[in-house]
């Protein structure tokens, strides 16, 4: 990349515009780079290397040049992005304006937000972590938004100012279910997946489950992602990536067989149960439950 170009892309958060593009290069080796693969459009008249990640900072930079801004604020999902709680990947670049969008890929919000509702992050403007954790659970689906309140937790973000920033949400659409979801955010969840898992649980009847459960065995502690320590039944999410594998049962085999000799029992359940067919799960647990 010629040094002028260079040198506004990295002020720019690796974007750059078709103007800004034409005062180094001919159209023709714009578009040359284009076709080869080498630039990527981001919005309309926006450009990333294709070796550049596009970055929450990097599609808001992007979404600003395109529509002509001074600035730009992210919003909703983009803005937990900034903020590290986020659970959802490859989503539209969500901001504030009241300018319409040309592209499927970018959602322009027309909320009102007061000045001291905004933040700069990484240099970002955005929407406050609280802010933002409300509007998600208000706008998500369920289970996603219960996986991003429980993350927003885990940042450090507490339940009453959750609660306090709700109050300024009355007559916005999913108030009830974010004031439902608050209510049942847990910091412990330490993944995206046992959240949407423990509200599985919930809806379908059961107690709710402790997440991340120890247990003291005479082989040292034992973590369970959910549990009903009473019943001593415990709920494991069955992720590919951590428990297939020789290794994996290598790790797993032992910790079940100490957790069994404890009294305990432990079912499982896959991202096809969690999604599709909670009741593979659900009613096995509600039969043992009614046992115990």
């Known amino acids: 990349m010629r040094l002028g170009l260079e040198q506004v892309r990295n002020k720019q958060f690796g974007v750059f515009t078709t103007r800004q593009v034409l005062s180094e290069y001919t159209r023709a080796e714009l578009r040359a780079r284009i076709d080869r693969g080498e630039w990527v459009r981001v919005f309309h008249g926006v ?13 808001v930079e992007a979404a600003r040049l395109s529509m002509g801004l001074t600035l730009l604020a992210a919003a909703y999902n983009t803005a937990a992005e900034l903020h590290g709680f ?15 969008s040309r592209s499927p890929r ?10 001291e509702e905004l933040q700069l992050v990484h ?16 706008t998500l689906t369920r289970m996603d938004a219960l996986a991003t309140l429980d993350a927003a937790l885990r940042m ?22 974010a004031a439902q979801l608050i209510a049942l955010a847990d910091g412990r969840a330490e993944s995206p997946m046992e959240s949407r ?46 428990h297939l594998g020789e290794t ?42 009614d046992r115990a």
């Open 156 to 177: 450090g973000i507490s339940s009453p100012a959750l609660i306090v920033e709700l109050e300024k949400h009355t007559g916005r659409r999913g108030r009830r279910q």
């Open 197 to 242: 898992t423990r509200l599985r649980c919930i809806d379908a009847g059961l107690p709710p489950p402790e997440p991340q459960v120890v247990v003291p065995t005479r082989n040292g502690l034992r973590r369970i992602d959910l549990g009903w320590r009473r019943w001593r039944i415990g709920l494991e999410y069955d992720s590919a990536a951590w």
């Open 86 to 100: 986020s659970v959802l990947a490859n989503q539209p670049t969500d901001v504030l304006g009241i300018q319409a």
């Open 47 to 59: 450009y990333r290397e294709a070796t550049t990640s596009p970055s929450p900072e990097l599609r």
């Open 248 to 289: 994996a049962a290598l790790r797993d085999n032992p910790r079940h067989n100490w957790l069994s000799t404890e009294g305990w029992t432990i079912y499982y359940a896959t991202a096809a149960d969690v999604y599709h067919h909670p009741h593979h799960f659900t009613t096995p647990i509600r039969h043992a439950l």
């Open 123 to 138: 240099g970002t403007a955005t929407t406050n972590a609280v802010r933002t954790a409300v509007d998600v659970a208000r």
């Open 106 to 115: 970018l959602v322009v919000h027309r909320d009102q937000v007061d000045p």
